[in-house]
């Protein structure tokens, strides 16, 4: 059986470099081959992040000191990688007021 000790530090190695790529996403966007690999990696290490998660809750294990955490975070982790294989382009999906043209008036456009 393996150690609890070293289900965590598998849990810390993927959830550290999902979170690093999260925030290098848009430096990899600039190619969209890289940006395609990066969200597959990122996809990937969540997913493990969350079976290692589910793993270390089973195994008795506790994640900051508290042994609650483990499972609801796995579903966070769920939840990420599926929103980290969104491919959105820079497009307006919040269809909401555009903040640069508010309080203007019409003909000044």
Do not use: D
Request: hydrophobic share 50%; aromatic share 10%.
């Amino acid at each position: 059986m393996v150690e609890v000790e070293v289900i965590s530090i598998l849990v810390q190695i993927f959830c550290g470099t999902s979170a690093i790529l999260f925030m290098f996403v848009a430096t990899f966007s600039r190619s969209e081959r890289a940006e395609l690999l990066v969200q597959n990696i990122i996809f990937s290490t969540l997913i493990l992040a969350a079976a290692s998660l589910w793993w270390l809750s089973l195994a008795g294990g506790s994640l900051w000191g508290s042994n609650y955490l483990p499972r609801p975070l796995s579903i966070v982790c769920i939840i990420l990688a599926i929103a980290a294989r969104m491919n959105i382009k820079g497009e307006n999906v919040s269809f909401g007021a555009n903040p640069h043209s508010i309080g203007r008036n019409p003909e000044e456009e």
